[in-house]
């Protein structure tokens, strides 16, 4: 992930040159006990977190806390992504 941020920051360099403007965006999911413990069940098809994310929600939190950091370091635009969540029940 972190090479292809600097290649892609690489990109946006050259194009802010020529005066475009590149957005990079970058998705994460809200890690709510209910999404791992259906992501471990019935997975979306094309997702795929490792065991170490489905392994409990503090690990997923971790993990998500790190890719945040990581697209910060590369001014990564954060998608949030937390279906399922309606309201502070479902958190």
């Known amino acids: 992930l972190r090479s292809s941020f ?4 690489n990109i946006r360099c050259e194009e ?4 475009r403007n ?10 709510t ?4 413990a259906q ?11 490792c065991d170490e994310f489905l392994g409990s929600p503090n690990n997923a939190r971790q993990i998500v806390l790190q890719m945040m950091k990581l697209y910060e370091q590369y001014n990564v635009e954060i998608l949030i992504e937390a279906p399922g969540v309606r309201n502070d029940k479902d958190m």
């Not at 600097?6 to 920051?9: E, N, V």
């Not at 802010?16 to 005066?19: L, T």
């Not at 006990?33 to 791992?36: D, E, R, T």
């Open 39 to 49: 992501q471990k069940f019935r997975p979306w098809n094309g997702v795929f977190l």
């Open 22 to 31: 590149l957005a990079i965006c970058g998705s994460i999911f809200l890690p």
């Open 16 to 19: 802010e040159g020529k005066g």
């Open 6 to 9: 600097q290649w892609l920051s």
């Open 33 to 36: 006990p209910k999404l791992i």
